[in-house]
């Protein structure tokens, strides 16, 4: 925490990544601040889990660079042997950005052959010098913050996807990481528990300040509950700013997403009225 | 049709390179690895209690076809006396090793390699390396040191029901004096053939829980399969080149041992 004020915690510089032939991110420079909470927006499929999964080293990009506190990450992710180098440059800052990060994956990504207690404790147990109580006061918190209390004994499979969620966020925040990469936190949950999640998300940011980026497509949850907004389109980041300044941007791609509920809204209102169907339904 | 054969030759070395290098890699994260007791009990379970029945089974039949076909055999020559040697020492130093190894493969093997494919598949694997867990050290060593303590293991239970089917075949079923059987035995077996027996089950089970580790680990960069297609063909690939490896491993320290 010696880093000077001005350096984002986590930045990335003319990031691209490519599948084949597909240019998934083109260009996506961003930063982080510190104690932020930052939510990614865009249409389904214009690589906002990449981008996440990018800052975490789990996908090696093709072009640029991230960076943890002004430093380049290396990555852990395998090479063509399948094998994990260690020695790549920036290995270390990944070491140390791992053990300060947690992630939660778009399909929870819970440990099929632990229990939910078992989950939870796994950072802990695995990376971390935790006394074993320690782990079992955390873990228990954990667990009851979630309301997954009475089905720590409970494997993944014997629970509904929203507890699933709601388990793999507890695991997410059990390490009291500094950063948290959440993708799509609320994907599957019910109006009740979505809401519930973005609001354990700032409470939780509130209360051990870590610095989160959020991938969602939840709008008006992420305008309530994150500070900073990045609008990703056709691989690069066509907007950046606060909720303040997303509702005024008068940027079409960034109106168009904006303004799609009320769009929808008048939409229906005009079939129901009897309307004839918009032109650009034919 | 050379450059053909140099680009096979080219790519079953550069493959038999990348397992040597994930085996080792395996073995060596065991090194700090926490809590590694609890998952390599899990693995010796799944790899030996679960396989028992059918290495018992397996064993026991193969002693008693041993058993029926050399009796005969050996009758006509009037050397009847010699069929305990001759089951004692095909299966300790050949047929216990092999079976047991492919029958391991079968059941354990097939059923790691798509455990572990399906994690990688569902992200499980990537979950461990951001939570800085190794995944070798959390999914491979246990399981490849499960390898070395269930192999030989499994190994010495089917050569004990193999030669009490061959007893059940000789002195059972047909006239042969049990004591013969069990004192020739006594006789013909030496240290060197136990230690060839269990030097092939330790390789043996190297070999095949690395390749079957190794195809489940890269399910996901399997060519033309995707999804469950990818973990299927993963695991039908581990099967294949495992029982491959088993009879080629055989050959070649047969060749230096014998």
């Not at chain 1, 020695?87 to 800052?93: I, L, N, R």
């Not at chain 1, 528990?193 to 973005?198: D, G, L, P, T």
């Not at chain 2, 007791?37 to 790899?47: C, D, S």
């Not at chain 2, 867990?133 to 004990?160: N, S």
């Amino acid at each position: 925490m010696n880093e000077p004020e001005n350096v984002p915690l986590l930045a990335t510089r003319a990031l691209v990544k490519r599948f084949g032939d597909q240019v998934v991110l083109a260009d996506v420079t961003l930063e982080i601040p510190r104690g932020r909470v930052l939510a990614v927006i865009g249409k389904s499929g214009t690589g906002k889990s990449v981008l996440l999964k990018c800052l975490a080293g789990v996908l090696v990009p093709d072009g640029g660079e991230v960076l943890f506190e002004g430093r380049p990450l290396g990555s852990a992710a395998p090479d063509a042997t399948g094998l994990c180098p260690a020695d790549t440059p920036g290995a270390e800052a990944l070491a140390a950005f791992r053990r300060r990060c947690s992630y939660l994956f778009q399909g929870n990504a819970l440990l099929d052959s632990l229990t939910a207690w078992e989950n939870v404790a796994l950072p802990l147990e695995q990376a971390t010098l935790l006394p074993k109580a320690e782990i079992r006061v955390r873990v228990t918190e954990a667990l009851r913050r979630l309301e997954l209390e009475a089905d720590a004994g409970r494997y993944p499979a014997q629970m509904s996807g929203g507890m699933q969620k709601r388990l793999a966020l507890a695991r997410a925040l059990v390490t009291r990481p500094e950063i948290v990469l959440f993708d799509e936190p609320t994907a599957g949950l019910d109006p009740v528990r979505r809401n519930a999640v973005f609001g354990l998300i700032a409470h939780a940011q509130r209360e051990f300040g870590f610095t989160a980026v959020v991938v969602t497509h939840d709008l008006p949850e992420a305008l309530a509950a994150c500070d900073h907004l990045a609008l990703l389109d056709q691989g690069r980041i066509r907007f950046s700013g606060t909720p303040a300044e997303f509702a005024a941007t008068p940027d079409p791609v960034v109106a168009a997403f904006r303004d799609s509920p009320a769009a929808l809204a008048r939409d229906i209102a005009s079939l129901r009225a009897g309307a004839a169907k918009p032109a650009d339904y034919d | 049709m050379i450059s053909a054969l140099g680009q096979s030759s080219l790519r079953i070395v550069s493959e038999a390179g990348d397992l040597a290098r994930f085996t080792v890699r395996g073995f060596y994260s065991a090194v700090g690895s926490r809590r590694l007791g609890r998952r390599l009990a899990r693995a010796v379970y799944e790899q030996g209690v679960r396989c028992l029945p059918v290495i018992l089974i397996v064993g026991t039949f193969t002693g008693l076809v041993l058993g029926l076909q050399a009796y005969h055999t050996l009758n006509r020559f009037g050397s009847a006396a010699l069929l305990g040697p001759l089951v004692a020492l095909t299966l300790v130093r050949e047929l216990a090793p092999v079976l047991a190894a492919l029958m391991l493969v079968g059941q354990a093997g097939s059923a790691l390699t798509a455990e572990i494919g399906i994690q990688r598949n569902s992200e499980q694997i990537d979950a461990l390396e951001t939570m800085g867990i190794d995944p070798f050290g959390f999914l491979v060593a246990p399981r490849l040191l499960a390898a070395l303590i269930v192999f030989p293991i499994m190994t010495g239970f089917f050569t004990l029901v193999g030669l009490v089917g061959g007893w059940l075949s000789a002195c059972v079923l047909l006239p042969l004096a049990g004591n013969v059987y069990w004192a020739s035995i006594d006789r013909a077996v030496k240290g060197a053939d136990v230690a060839e027996c269990m030097v092939k089950a330790l390789v043996f089970g190297a070999l095949t829980i690395a390749l079957c580790c190794h195809n489940g680990f890269n399910a996901h960069r399997r060519t033309g399969a995707t999804g469950a297609r990818a973990v299927s063909a993963s695991t039908t690939r581990a099967v294949v080149f495992s029982s491959i490896g088993v009879l080629a491993a055989d050959y070649l320290i047969t060749s230096l041992l014998v």
